[in-house]
């Protein structure tokens, strides 16, 4: 059974725990990112109309409204990791040598691993858009931006440990190629993001305080 965003929290918990394929991995990054979006989003919602901010209001509600598109991408792609992963069980289970499975499984696959490659995408978006807010948002909500930030790079790790689980299926050379530069891609502009924000944060939060 796919979960979407209509589930509650412990009802997701409960199937992620359970000894059932769905929700996985992918599912469970994707909802990390989306809660990386949300804590972002109410830093910048505590900063929108404050008097001492006034010059920064533009900025600041292009990027809620950002926040907010990567929110609601990222539970989609929630449910459609679970879609993914679930058809790929299924014309797993077909006869080896039938056509069905022979044609289906390769395109099945690759979804497999562009869901993620999304999410970990959307997870990057959401690092760079922290960057852009440490200096123009309410110091006293910094910790929560920190928390964003270091949720979208859990996101994006995550992201790519599910692309390279599926990785070893993918038959055609150049595509597997294609995938492990785009993982490494990701991973290295996240890594030199979180590298860069963290301390950031904390040296506006001392100045400030």
């Not at 929290?9 to 992918?26: D, H, I, K, M, N």
């Amino acid at each position: 059974m796919t979960h979407d965003r209509t589930t509650t929290v412990e009802q997701f918990l409960a199937a992620t725990a359970a000894r059932q394929p769905t929700p996985g991995g992918g599912s469970v990054a994707a909802l990390a990112g989306a809660l990386a979006a949300a804590i972002g989003e109410m830093v910048i919602n505590y900063s929108i109309g404050k008097k001492d901010l006034l010059q920064h209001q533009p900025q600041l509600k292009t990027a809620v409204h950002e926040l907010e598109r990567a929110r609601e991408l990222l539970l989609q792609l929630m449910v459609e990791d679970q879609a993914a992963y679930e058809a790929l069980t299924m014309i797993r289970k077909l006869p080896a040598e039938s056509s069905e499975r022979i044609d289906r499984l390769p395109a099945a696959i690759l979804t497999c691993i562009r869901v993620p490659q999304s999410i970990g995408a959307a997870a990057v978006a959401i690092l760079e858009l922290a960057g852009r807010m440490v200096d123009l948002v309410n110091p006293y909500l910094l910790s929560d931006l920190a928390v964003s930030a270091e949720l979208a790079m859990a996101t994006v790790r995550c992201a790519i440990y599910n692309c390279r689980v599926n990785l070893v299926d993918v038959p055609d050379a150049r595509d597997r190629q294609s995938i492990e530069s785009t993982m490494n891609l990701l991973q290295t502009r996240a890594v030199g993001l979180i590298q860069a924000v963290v301390p950031r944060i904390w040296s506006r939060y001392e100045q400030a305080m």
